[in-house]
């Protein structure tokens, strides 16, 4: 593999943790292995591994994005990510209010749901 894959699975595992990767890696077919080679050197390899801003802001504006444009299914991933990149509860209903605000209320009342139901499950695991 390239060296920005190492960086990008490294990366992937710093913020999604081990155990989420090592999952998705043993769920992976051989007919999407080439996407999931491009998405971690991408997206993990260049755009997280890049430390012209903080993870926490990433994760911040990621969350947003998703929920902006709809792709909810992986927002609960990204507020477990939470628990790694620092950005808090705080951040995220934040994040969630521009979406409101620029995108529209629907979509941010969604956000808002998976989250609190994603947070709810962290917590009841740390039980």
Known sequence: MSERYEQGMKVRRHILGDAHVD???ARKSDFEAPFQ???TETAWGHVWASDGISDRERSMITLALLAALGNFDEIPMHI???ARTGASKTDVLEAFQH???Y????RANHALKLARETYDEME????
């Open 80 to 82: 477990r990510a939470t």
């Open 103 to 106: 995108a529209g209320v629907p």
């Open 99 to 101: 979406v409101a605000i």
């Open 124 to 127: 009841r695991e740390r039980e």
């Open 23 to 25: 999952r998705a890696e």
């Open 37 to 39: 080679e491009m998405i």
